[in-house]
């Protein structure tokens, strides 16, 4: 258990210091880190909220951070290119990520093509159903996303690495909120880039 909850802590510190130096987007990641604890509430009670707080707060705010605000150019922090480091991200790069959006982006019209979505389901009524039943389709798309990938580290890397990796995918809502719930603070004192210092390097 000691080498598997080390994997965990490599995956998130890897995230960090590759994809979380700036503190716009650490700020978005603590917002969007709250907004997915709400949704892990919302499984218990009403799954199709659940779905659509993740995808709609969630993972908006998240992905808007990586896109809009992270630097792609040189990192002289670690010393490599953008390039070689979307090469060895573990999860999903900003290729994958763009196929993932593209399919979360094509469900609600897809439900609208077909409410029963060819058959599979019962049609919604009315807008409160289509908007209950996308967001069930995204809370499905969301965990067929993480488990698509686990498997998939399976045979990349390894079964533990693959389970370590979705054990941080799980996490990262309370990681995040632990390491940059003082990023506001410090972007608002015009820090824009974490120094990344007193960190495991």
Same mark, same amino acid.
């Given at each position: 258990?000691?080498?598997?909850?080390?994997?965990?802590?490599?995956?998130?510190?890897?995230?960090?210091?590759?994809?979380?130096?700036?503190?716009?987007?650490?700020?978005?990641?603590?917002?969007?880190?709250?907004?997915?604890?709400?949704?892990?509430?919302?499984?218990?009670?009403?799954?199709?909220?659940?779905?659509?707080?993740?995808?709609?707060?969630?993972?908006?705010?998240?992905?808007?951070?990586?896109?809009?605000?992270?630097?792609?150019?040189?990192?002289?922090?670690?010393?490599?290119?953008?390039?070689?480091?979307?090469?060895?991200?573990?999860? #999903?790069?900003?290729?994958?990520?763009?196929?993932?959006?593209?399919?979360?982006?094509?469900?609600?019209?897809?439900?609208?093509?077909?409410?029963?979505?060819?058959?599979?389901?019962?049609?919604?009524?009315?807008?409160? +159903?289509?908007?209950?039943?996308? +967001?069930?389709?995204?809370?499905?798309?969301?965990?067929?996303?993480?488990?698509?990938?686990?498997?998939?580290?399976?045979?990349?890397?390894?079964? *533990?690495?693959?389970? *370590?990796? *979705?054990?941080?995918?799980?996490?990262?809502?309370?990681?995040?909120?632990?390491? #940059?719930?003082?990023?506001?603070? *410090?972007?608002?004192?015009?820090?824009?880039?974490?120094?990344?210092?007193?960190?495991? +390097?």
């Amino acid at each position: 258990m000691r080498d598997f909850f080390k994997k965990v802590e490599t995956l998130q510190w890897d995230d960090h210091r590759y994809y979380h130096q700036c503190r716009i987007n650490q700020t978005l990641h603590l917002i969007s880190a709250c907004s997915f604890l709400v949704a892990y509430a919302l499984l218990f009670v009403d799954p199709a909220s659940a779905g659509l707080v993740g995808w709609l707060v969630g993972m908006v705010t998240r992905q808007s951070g990586h896109i809009f605000f992270e630097p792609r150019g040189y990192d002289e922090i670690n010393g490599t290119d953008y390039q070689h480091k979307e090469s060895i991200k573990v999860g #999903y790069n900003m290729r994958r990520k763009g196929i993932l959006i593209g399919i979360w982006l094509s469900l609600p019209l897809l439900l609208w093509l077909s409410p029963s979505l060819f058959g599979l389901i019962e049609p919604a009524v009315g807008f409160k +159903g289509f908007v209950h039943d996308t +967001g069930l389709m995204w809370l499905a798309l969301g965990a067929g996303g993480v488990l698509f990938r686990t498997l998939h580290l399976f045979f990349l890397r390894s079964p *533990a690495w693959g389970l *370590a990796w *979705a054990c941080k995918i799980l996490l990262d809502p309370f990681h995040n909120i632990a390491i #940059y719930w003082k990023s506001p603070l *410090a972007l608002l004192q015009g820090q824009r880039l974490d120094p990344l210092k007193g960190h495991r +390097g």
